[in-house]
């Protein structure tokens, strides 16, 4: 491109001569001022234009870095050179040459491309580089066009017309550093894409343009093509489907001909703007209202609360804004924290004790007491406290729950004093914590002045959708003539040339960010000249065709940012959000230096600010922004950008590596340090499990886990793995279940990792955890060889914790097997050795207490060995010391214990009280097994008061939930308990059929410890078909009676023992059925006031027919 050229671009060709005589060349064009235009007689307005014009030139040299960019790449060949160049004289032949390169310079010059390399006849052109267009591909194909045309009309001396070929390609390559000096320096290109340019040039005919796949899908119907087919190419595995361009297409735009008819006028967004208007009327009565906003990335969501926004900020009223982040989806209550820092007003590095001041002015604002709420919520904030508050003798589960109730008591006591206007922008990537603390919020929100807005993306579900006063506001795309008020609106109310108007509303597909985006893209190409009612294309030839992809706008954007792009770039890898302080640390630019540079950014709109330098923070306008600049890095330069990045971290703000270390984490993971970026992602998975944010945990340590197999295998892998591995298993336990299948994979790996690399402890710790999962799959025989493997192995290390699980785990195995004097005995072994100060902290890497387990498989032992009192009150105490832990898995398991326990004893409003705790607390914490079972007990507890025909589908459902964790262990009895519920419907037969299921279950998993009682049942069953099967029924009975003896189950003996003997009444023996059960009645010695002994006393009552 020449001096005349450029004036030509910019609609200003009157200057040509003066510039041509004054000598003005491209060398010298960056260097004019005022008064040098002044002297070429330039008007004041023109000159504005060309200062602007060359201020841009300033503004977007070529950068020096090496970048990976989307190209479009053109390769020409002159055809038949080798015979021409045989028939002319070599100084003819090189003005030949000459003309030739000129004219093809010459047209990629006019469309501003780039000739990267001459060889002989062949020219290589880039277009997207070393400045991006938005349309690169229409660019490359109007150039080779007009190559085509002007080679055609150069000729020979010997006037021998020429003819050229032109291929054409679009792909991602790496641009990189400068080769070769002076005027002979050229690009080094590395990718496929020129050379299958190269590759499809051959492919053409004499005097035409072949494209690429990917170069046609960018152009559309710009161009009248011809499909040639799929090709093999020479170095491409897949064959290349290809086309020939024949000429510029004149026909309407694909938006025309798809939607020409049946397109309804919708102006604004008034339907959805008058919903959210007439939800703050109900608000402000009283009426707290709810209101989802819902639609894909870019459609308006923000925009149209915005337009809430500034409808009420001319009333008294609240406004409460909550942030989310993708970088923070693992980070609990992130948005909440977030909000209230800038609530407070903390400024980055305010010292702790001015952030404290400032948290208890802010709480004192709203009415509340600060030593109530600000221990709990400098907790939160990771502010200390020392010196001011005692600290909090709490565990980190109850610190959580106090936290939650902190939060939602300070937001309903800001919404007291005015009506509130609550905006939670891009949920989607919410945290799971903070979706706890809005759902207690929305439970107050019916009476509330308060209009909580949300926007997020369609993939979110919000948990609270059945909430009576939730709104969804669906955006759809925009139709044209709103996209055509928004294109006239970023324009200053200008109109767009029709066809420039028409290539965005096609290519935006009424995305407001994406029209917005790329109308401010055309704006700023030079292809549009301004007048007072519009604005007009610059010339007939100029390339109009819109950018064909955000990406590519977004880079060209950038492009004219190019001395402050490296800013852009280093925040981009900062993440969506960076401050001033932090980029100022990392970046080389300084001081009023990198001021400028962040003011150029928003002024070109491509970042927002809030507050002033050095305590500024900065937003990525649009998230796609932040990926355009982060991705213009190559992998070697954003390595060492994150490098960085996270040594700057660690040496100058180890604050936030030590409370957010999933930061280091990530920067460490991008700079290819991936051991430390494992290490980081484990800290980060131990610190959520701290505060039982279970849920983030697990994405950490996945997080984790993926970039330790990155690593080289070794001794070192293998260690780093093992830890997260067994925090891995530790999190499963406490929401998938023990029994949960990715529980079993973390175990079965942290056991093969443990036998080759870990320490002893390491190895116990597997064998614990794998015995577990067996056993809750009911896997009764392979629990009961890794507890005696366990066991063999913590008593030859001397481990005494490890002694104390092993027996405990013994003692669940012969309590599955049906012996519970073993059991019995175990679990009292176990407990001896139990200290709460030195095993209470365990749970946190078992899941569960020890002695909470252990002291809950007694309670329900000694209920079988006939103790129902000391039954009830060791799981009382049970209870009771899990909630002096103040572990809150532990509680949960507990109580549901308590409702086993109860369900055992047929005490159905204590099974009621036990579950339904149970299975609120286990649904705060996601413990999915827990839910499930306490779910189940409940449904059981309602027989003989609901009718079991209603009851049964809510049994079997509720069991069809609790096995889908993977669970087994209690199938057996479980299933028991729905045969007998099909016994009190009169369905012996259905019964029946699930009994068979009972045995097979039995047979397979050694699960004996309700044997008894399933032959019991099965005997009733028998008894109760139609054609009463007497002595199977009777044999039955006795069976259950046998195996309760054998089992030492002097409670299940019981129960059968007065079923026979109702029966051996029928029958005419009923002399025989008393003197059974007073045999059995008389090796009680508590629990009289039981059902089950009442029962019996009612069969040895004096008087009492049993006949």
Request: glycine share 6%; with cysteine.
């Amino acid at each position: 491109m020449d001096v005349v050229e450029w004036l030509r671009g910019l609609g200003l060709e009157q200057y040509e001569t003066a510039f041509r005589e004054a000598e003005v060349g491209l060398d010298v064009l960056p260097d004019l001022t005022d008064a040098d235009l002044v002297e070429l007689g330039v008007s004041l307005g023109n000159r504005k234009r060309l200062l602007k014009a060359i201020a841009a030139l300033r503004e977007a040299p070529a950068s020096d870095e090496a970048e990976r960019r989307q190209l479009t790449v053109m390769f020409c060949d002159l055809v038949g050179s080798t015979q021409i160049s045989a028939r002319l004289d070599p100084e003819d032949m090189r003005d030949v040459i000459r003309a030739y390169q000129d004219a093809c310079s010459g047209a990629v010059a006019r469309y501003d491309g780039f000739v990267a390399r001459f060889m002989g006849d062949g020219i290589l052109a880039y277009f997207g580089f070393p400045r991006a267009h938005e349309d690169e591909a229409e660019r490359a194909i109007r150039s080779g066009l007009d190559i085509v045309d002007a080679v055609a009309n150069l000729e020979t001396a010997a006037r021998h017309k020429l003819a050229v070929r032109v291929g054409i390609a679009t792909g991602i390559v790496v641009v990189g550093d400068l080769i070769g000096p002076g005027p002979a320096q050229e690009r080094d290109v590395v990718g496929e894409t020129p050379n299958l340019a190269a590759r499809l040039q051959a492919l053409a005919a004499p005097g035409s343009v072949v494209i690429a796949e990917s170069t046609m899908r960018l152009v559309g119907r710009t161009f009248d093509l011809q499909p040639l087919g799929v090709h093999a190419l020479k170095g491409f595995e897949t064959p290349v489907r290809v086309w020939s361009v024949l000429r510029d297409a004149r026909t309407s735009t694909r938006f025309e001909a798809s939607r020409s008819q049946g397109l309804s006028p919708m102006v604004n967004r008034e339907q959805e703007t008058a919903l959210l208007r007439d939800r703050w009327r109900r608000s402000r009565n009283g009426e707290g209202q709810i209101v989802l906003v819902s639609g894909e990335a870019g459609i308006g969501k923000s925009r149209i609360v915005a337009t809430l926004a500034d409808h009420v900020a001319a009333s008294p009223h609240i406004a409460i804004s909550f942030q989310c982040s993708p970088h923070h989806v693992n980070d609990a209550l992130y948005p909440i924290l977030s909000e209230i820092g800038r609530t407070a007003g903390f400024l980055n590095d305010e010292s702790p004790s001015t952030k404290l001041d400032k948290l208890e002015a802010m709480i004192a604002r709203y009415g509340l007491k600060a030593h109530e709420f600000a221990p709990v919520l400098a907790g939160a904030l990771s502010i200390p406290t020392v010196g001011r508050y005692p600290p909090l003798d709490l565990t980190a589960a109850e610190q959580k729950e106090r936290t939650i109730v902190a939060l939602v008591v300070l937001f309903t006591a800001r919404t007291q004093h005015a009506p509130a206007l609550a905006l939670l922008e891009d949920a989607h990537w919410i945290d799971p914590t903070s979706l706890v603390v809005l759902g207690r919020f929305f439970e107050a929100m019916p009476t509330l002045s308060v209009l909580m807005v949300i926007t997020a993306r369609p993939e979110f579900n919000p948990p609270w959708e059945s909430a009576p006063n939730l709104s969804v506001v669906q955006l759809p795309p925009l139709p044209r003539e709103e996209t055509t008020m928004m294109v006239q609106g970023v324009a200053g109310g200008k109109a767009l040339p029709a066809k420039i108007l028409d290539e965005i509303i096609v290519k935006t597909d009424g995305v407001p960010l994406f029209v917005e985006e790329l109308t401010r893209t055309v704006m700023e190409s030079g292809l549009l000249r301004e007048e007072s009612e519009s604005y007009q294309l610059v010339s007939a030839r100029t390339p109009i065709a819109i950018p064909s992809t955000l990406q590519d706008s977004l880079l060209a954007r950038l492009d004219r940012l190019n001395s402050v792009k490296d800013i852009a770039q280093i925040g981009a890898a900062i993440g969506r959000e960076f401050s001033h302080r932090l980029l100022e640390e990392v970046s080389s630019v300084r001081g009023p230096a990198l001021t400028d540079a962040l003011d150029k950014l928003i002024d070109a709109n491509i970042i927002h600010c809030s507050g002033d330098p050095p305590e500024a923070n900065y937003t990525f306008k649009h998230a796609l922004l932040r990926d355009s600049a982060y991705q213009l890095m190559i992998r070697a330069r954003r390595r060492d950008v994150h490098r960085n990045i996270v040594r700057v971290l660690e040496t100058r703000f180890p604050q936030i590596v030590e409370t957010q270390p999933d930061i280091a984490a990530m920067h460490h993971e991008h700079g290819g340090n991936a051991a430390r970026a494992a290490e980081y992602y484990r800290l980060a998975g131990g610190r959520a499990v701290a505060r039982s944010a279970n849920v983030e945990a697990l994405a950490y340590l996945n997080d984790g886990l993926r970039v330790v197999e990155s690593l080289p295998e070794g001794t070192e892998r293998d260690r780093l793995e093992l830890q997260i591995q067994l925090q891995r298993a530790g999190a499963l336990r406490s929401t998938k279940g023990y029994s949960a299948p990715e529980t079993g994979d973390a175990l079965r790996r942290a056991h093969a990792l443990s036998q080759s690399v870990g320490e002893p402890a390491q190895l116990l710790l597997t064998l614990a955890g794998l015995y577990a999962y067996h056993l809750v799959r009911s896997e009764t025989m392979r629990a009961g060889e890794i507890a005696e493997e366990l066991l063999t192995f913590a008593r030859q290390q001397g481990d005494t914790n490890y002694i104390m699980i092993g027996l405990r785990s013994m003692g669940c195995v012969q309590f599955q097997l049906g012996h519970q004097p073993a059991a019995l005995d175990h679990f009292e072994q176990s407990l001896s050795l139990y200290d709460p100060v030195a095993h209470g902290p365990l749970a946190a890497a078992f899941g569960l207490d020890h002695k909470e387990v252990a002291a809950s498989f007694r309670s329900t032992t000694l209920w079988l060995l006939g103790k129902p009192v000391q039954a009830e009150a060791s799981q009382q105490e049970t209870l009771s010391h899990a909630e002096a832990l103040k572990h809150l898995p532990s509680i949960c398991q507990a109580l549901i214990y308590s409702a086993l326990l109860r369900v055992l004893s047929r005490d159905r409003p204590g099974v009621i009280e036990s579950a339904t705790q149970g299975q609120h607390l286990a649904r705060r914490l996601s413990f999915d097994l827990m839910e499930r079972g306490a779910s189940f007990f409940l449904a059981a507890a309602r027989r003989g008061e609901v009718p079991p025909e209603q009851l049964l589908p809510q049994m079997l459902n509720a069991a069809d939930l609790w096995w889908a964790t993977g669970a087994r262990q209690y199938q057996g009895y479980v299933l028991t308990l729905i045969a007998e519920t099909y016994l009190d419907a009169g369905q012996p037969n259905e019964g029946l059929s699930v009994v068979a299921q009972a045995k097979e279950l039995l047979e397979a998993t050694d699960e004996r410890w309700a044997e008894a009682e399933l032959y019991r049942v099965e005997g009733m069953l028998l008894l109760a078909l139609p054609e009463r099967r007497i002595a199977e029924g009777e044999a039955c009975l006795r069976k259950a009676i046998a195996v309760a003896r054998n089992h030492a189950a002097l409670s299940w003996e019981l129960r059968a023992s007065v079923d026979l003997a109702r029966l051996l009444g029928e029958l005419g023996r009923g002399a025989e059925g008393k003197a059974m059960v007073d045999a059995v009645y008389r090796r009680f010695d508590e629990g009289f006031d039981s059902v089950d002994l009442a029962a019996a006393r009612t069969i040895l009552a004096p008087h009492a027919s049993i006949a």
